[in-house]
């Protein structure tokens, strides 16, 4: 996504959404994360951001009451900023620096403290989940957790070529209301040969053994990248539980846009959406 993430970070790439009223508006796709956590009942959000990130994305989160006094003569064209500061004003919001980029189970690890030994819901923030009711998918994981006594519930999603991603292999389960179930068995980032169709998507819900499984990969791999995939393998090695719904257009749709295609995608399919 070279020049434009040197300048600004992919996870601010617009998307279209509806505004209170219906009409199409855009969006940072990490505003559109933020309102689906909302959505799954989290009041409590830890962003994790880069260094050079962390002014830009704190300001964006930030309620700016001089920047709504200052366009105060057009109201009309504040609604949707209000109403996001009435969201933001309803949540706690920390902020975790990362200094450098050393992979997406690092950045998991840097937002440890907050968890404070809580199971949890991650969710990346260069894609998106579309639902009817936003959250719905993000509850289902987290009830999984819950009810099956996990240490981690993925989200899961048929496709053509799985070596671009972390797959899954496991064993089919009863459904869980309008979500397919797996018990998984392996998972592997990015494998040459995949021995699945299942790629899991970047939403999650982890217990707290997450982090010292992320700890002792690293101890096993020093200076190399640190995956999550690589820690819910581990636990799965010392006999943990780990379980993936599966996603199904009935259920929801998942898009990124971690690439210019998959961008135009993801931008394509929303401004269908929001002009319904």
Same mark, same amino acid.
Do not use: C
């Given at each position: ?21 219906? %009409?199409?508006?855009? =969006? ?61 004003? %309803? ?15 690092? *950045? ?8 404070? !030994? ?7 923030? #260069? ?11 993000? =509850? *289902? ?6 009810? !099956? ?9 048929? &496709?053509?070529? *799985? ?7 496991? #064993? ?17 980032? =990015?494998?040459? %040969? ?21 700890? *002792? &990969?690293?101890?096993? %791999? ?45 931008? =394509? ?8």
């Amino acid at each position: 996504m070279l020049p434009w993430t040197r300048g600004l970070r992919k996870e601010f790439l617009p998307l279209f959404g509806r505004s209170a009223d219906g %009409r199409p508006i855009l =969006k940072p796709v990490a505003h559109h994360v933020l309102e689906t956590m909302v959505g799954a009942g989290v009041t409590e959000i830890t962003l994790v951001v880069g260094a050079k990130d962390t002014a830009f994305v704190r300001n964006y989160f930030t309620v700016d009451r001089a920047f709504l006094a200052r366009h105060a003569h057009h109201r009309e064209r504040l609604k949707e900023t209000e109403r996001f500061y009435r969201t933001l004003g %309803r949540l706690k919001l920390t902020f975790a620096v990362q200094p450098r980029p050393r992979g997406f189970g690092d *950045a998991v690890l840097r937002a440890e403290p907050s968890v404070d !030994g809580e199971s949890f819901l991650l969710h990346a923030g #260069d894609a998106v989940l579309l639902e009817r009711v936003p959250g719905t998918i993000l =509850k *289902a994981l987290a009830h999984r957790l819950t009810a !099956g006594r996990l240490d981690a519930v993925l989200l899961v999603r048929p &496709v053509e070529d *799985a070596r671009r991603y972390g797959v899954v292999e496991g #064993d089919p389960l009863p459904r869980d209301g309008r979500f397919g179930r797996l018990r998984v068995r392996r998972m592997e980032e =990015k494998p040459a %040969r995949p021995r699945s169709h299942w790629a899991a998507t970047a939403a999650y819900a982890l217990s707290s053994r997450i982090f010292p499984a992320l700890r *002792a &990969v690293r101890r096993r %791999r020093p200076g190399r990248e640190l995956e999550l995939t690589d820690a819910i393998e581990a636990i799965l090695e010392d006999g943990g539980a780990v379980e993936a719904l599966t996603l199904a257009p009935a259920v929801g749709e998942w898009w990124s846009v971690g690439s210019p295609d998959s961008f135009l995608r993801a931008l =394509k399919r929303t401004e269908g959406l929001a002009n319904r």
